[in-house]
């Protein structure tokens, strides 16, 4: 086994435990926006890291470059879809608690609207 | 009232149940009909029709007829939805979502364009074509109304535009229909005035053309989907 497959197995094995941490992430968690948080920031981790490491199991030039590409859609579309359903949850007041210390996103979302 | 209308609702499932499970059992099996035109296809369908997709080959060659049928299908149910749904309001917001959702698919929506038209173009070629296609198609459609709000897809792609990409992919389809009987004997017959080389681009006579007109048809008649069901909103907000 050469050194190459030893750093390509290393990136698949970082994918899924940054996956299973997604799911107990998903159980745990109480509300709408903590689980937000928990399957964005590692799902997208996850996803890059397993066409990462994809790409260089593969080691063919034209292959790994498309295998990039996916993993690159992920990167931008990921974060794209929880910021548009944890804005759209806020906007609706879905989960919000009743007393908070500090609301910045309240005052941010004054200036965004049109 | 409500438990002898169950009642009914079980005794009319049950029968019809039991008639599909009895005349599933006439179908043929194994027979040598359908062993006929499974090797014949598999055989000889690539130099008959030159597209390397045989489930293209046989949509759009074979049994291109049953394709025309189902275009006129959508086209149907196209109809049917906007004559309902028109009247109908939904609450849409007619200003979009925020800055970051469209500045992303500002980046992302011409390649959604380029990967709905390669799966259209490369339908003898490879697994896709002018169905598939052309729902992706009407997703752009449908980013438009929701991410940059109605109004915006409202003045890009007009449903004037819609109309006449749908009414004039299925002309089309049925003119290459026609074609077919003037310049060869069949109604839907391919015309072979594509036939470079198996396995390019332009190949496969007249199914490269047939995908292209199916696939704007479809995605067209998707977005006038979409759009009748939130036409009524976006005037309504207008006003305030």
């Not at chain 2, 598939?132 to 940059?148: D, E, H, P």
Request: aromatic share 12%; hydrophobic share 50%.
């Amino acid at each position: 086994m050469g050194i190459r497959l030893i750093i390509a197995y290393i990136f698949m094995g970082g994918a899924i435990f940054f996956a299973i941490v997604t799911t107990i992430g998903l159980i745990r968690f109480p509300d709408v926006y903590t689980r937000i948080h928990a399957s964005a920031v590692v799902l997208t981790i996850s996803a890059v890291m397993l066409s990462f490491g994809v790409a260089i199991y593969v080691w063919e030039f034209y292959l790994s470059i498309k295998i990039m590409f996916v993993g690159l859609i992920f990167l931008i579309t990921n974060p794209l879809a929880t910021h548009a359903i944890a804005r759209a949850s806020y906007r609706r007041k879905i989960a919000c608690p009743e007393v908070r210390s500090v609301d910045d996103y309240s005052k941010y979302l004054g200036r965004d609207r049109e | 009232m409500s438990k002898a209308k169950h009642i009914f609702v079980v005794i009319v499932l049950s029968l019809l149940g039991i008639t599909m499970v009895i005349n599933l059992n006439k179908i043929p099996g194994n027979t040598d009909q359908i062993n006929f035109i499974y090797s014949h296809i598999t055989n000889n369908a690539v130099l008959e029709t030159g597209s390397l997709n045989f489930v293209t080959a046989i949509l759009y060659d074979y049994r291109a007829y049953d394709s025309l049928g189902e275009s006129t299908i959508i086209f149907g149910a196209v109809s049917g939805i906007v004559l309902l749904l028109s009247r109908k309001t939904l609450p849409v917001s007619s200003h979009g979502l925020s800055f970051i959702v469209k500045r992303t698919f500002g980046m992302l929506t011409p390649f959604i364009f380029l990967f709905s038209l390669y799966i259209i173009s490369h339908g003898h070629l490879s697994p896709g074509g002018g169905f598939q296609g052309g729902v992706i198609l009407g997703a752009i459609s449908i980013i438009f109304s929701i991410v940059y709000g109605s109004e915006f897809d409202f003045k890009r792609y007009s449903p004037t535009t819609k109309t006449l990409l749908e009414t004039g992919g299925a002309l089309l389809f049925i003119g290459l229909g026609l074609a077919g009987i003037i310049f060869g004997g069949y109604f839907l017959e391919n015309l072979r005035f594509l036939n470079t080389e198996i396995g390019s681009l332009l190949s496969a006579g007249s199914i490269p053309l047939i995908n292209t007109v199916i696939g704007f048809k479809i995605g067209a008649g998707l977005a006038i989907i979409f759009y009748s069901m939130i036409q009524k909103t976006f005037k309504e907000e207008d006003k305030l």
